[in-house]
């Protein structure tokens, strides 16, 4: 059936390094994604957004590619900050997914552990 | 910043018995959300709102649920007879619309006994 995934569930980095968070989606008319980070009991906070008419989007040290192709989207986070250590989930939304018209469907979360 | 928020943050129930979550969404925001997450595991959808009525549902939402805006600015999940399954993270949130992002609040850490 329809799904959100994440590859990895731990991601360990060093402080100041490059962070690539990955996940696959297989539902096709998925047209709008969303990167959640939720840090310990929190909400999800958004990050950033791309819809299926990109392939490419950047705010402020974050980059989301989607690869619609392979449906494959990535999170990359630049410079990473010990604050940037949190659960990190994609999210997907589009007809006749999981959720239905409206509703998200999340990827079980990757955690990330920024190293000093 | 305007944010969703939740009440209360931390419920305890006995098995049977009836709860409401509170939320109170974005105030310029038209649709409402409940999710849900099990300990440990992804967050799930559970119901939409939007215009007084409930827009999408998914399979959890059961008949034990159900959802109301009882005035303009709360939103409240009922859940009527709890079961030891229910026991979860609610999240509430809100959005512009059904195209726009949604906004998650805290969330409220359900547990029955």
């Known amino acids: 059936g329809e799904s959100v995934g994440l590859h990895l569930p731990t991601l360990s980095v060093q402080e100041g390094d490059n962070s690539i968070i990955n996940c696959a989606y297989s539902?096709?008319?998925?047209?709008?994604f969303i990167w959640y980070k939720q840090e310990s009991g929190k909400g999800p906070q958004f990050i950033i957004d791309?819809?299926?008419?990109?392939d490419k989007r950047q705010g402020q040290r974050v980059t989301v590619l989607l690869n619609k192709t392979v449906k494959h989207l990535s999170l990359q986070i630049a410079a990473t900050q010990p604050g940037d250590s949190a659960v990190y989930f994609c999210?997907?939304?589009?007809?006749?997914?999981?959720?239905?018209?409206?509703?998200?469907?999340f990827g079980k979360g990757t955690h990330l552990i920024i190293q000093p | 910043e305007p944010e969703v928020t939740q009440t209360p943050s931390h419920q305890v129930t006995q098995m049977g018995q009836e709860v409401i979550l509170r939320c109170v969404p974005i105030?310029?925001?038209?649709?409402f959300y409940w999710y849900r997450q099990i300990l440990g595991q992804k967050v799930e959808f559970l119901v939409s709102?939007?215009?007084?009525?409930?827009?999408?549902k998914s399979e959890i939402f059961d008949d034990q649920f159900s959802v109301e805006r009882p005035d303009g600015s709360n939103f409240t999940l009922k859940i009527r007879s709890t079961k030891l399954e229910d026991s979860a993270m609610y999240f509430c949130?809100?959005?512009?619309?059904?195209?726009?992002?949604?906004?998650f609040g805290p969330g409220t850490r359900l547990l029955v006994l």
């Open positions: 949130a809100s959005s512009t619309s059904s195209q726009e992002t949604q906004y």
């Open positions: 539902n096709s008319a998925s047209d709008y």
């Open positions: 791309i819809r299926s008419n990109m």
């Open positions: 999210a997907e939304k589009g007809m006749d997914s999981g959720g239905g018209a409206d509703g998200l469907t």
């Open positions: 105030s310029n925001h038209l649709y």
């Open positions: 709102f939007y215009n007084n009525e409930i827009s999408e």
